[in-house]
């Protein structure tokens, strides 16, 4: 059985397959047949042993708070000889990505990546940034 063209006249269109060959000529009328849909049964919301998403708001509040103070003050992550601190800075944005995944309530699936952006990972790299800041001071 030859389908019939494509009802909307482009090619990459689905084309429409009669019910039966005699109804080939009446095709506007024909009905038309459905492939079947492997519907799965949708989950009603996270397994017994995840906790529900939350946002938690320490953690987003300490993104914002990095994001809006190196925005207005991008000296803060200088040197004593005026050149970018990169390491600090990489604690710093380090900590901002994951005061934003953890704040929000984003819980990545991978072990790794779930503990490089959690609320804990949030506080180390505010530490260390810290930390770094300080030992260049002295």
């Known amino acids: 059985m030859k389908p019939l063209g494509s009802p909307l006249g482009s090619p990459l269109a689905p084309t429409l397959t009669p019910a039966r060959p005699a109804d080939a ?3 506007v ?4 047949r459905v492939a079947a849909v492997d519907k799965a049964p949708l989950a009603a919301g996270p ?3 995840e906790e529900a998403p939350r946002i938690r ?3 987003l509040l300490l993104a914002i708070t990095v994001m809006l103070g ?5 000296g803060a992550l200088a040197g004593p000889a ?3 601190d990169h390491p600090a800075a990489m604690a710093l944005f380090w900590a901002m990505s994951a005061g934003f995944v953890a704040g929000v309530g984003f819980r990545p699936e991978n072990l790794l990546i779930r503990l490089l952006f959690s609320p804990l990972a949030c506080w180390l790299g505010v530490i260390l940034a810290g ?3 300080a030992s260049l001071i002295t």
Do not use: D
């Open 57 to 59: 708001m320490l953690p």
């Open 29 to 32: 009328a024909a009905p038309i």
């Open 70 to 74: 190196i925005t207005a003050w991008p």
């Open 131 to 133: 930390l770094r800041m």
């Open 47 to 49: 397994a017994a042993t």
């Open 25 to 27: 000529k009446r095709a």
């Open 82 to 84: 005026g050149a970018a």
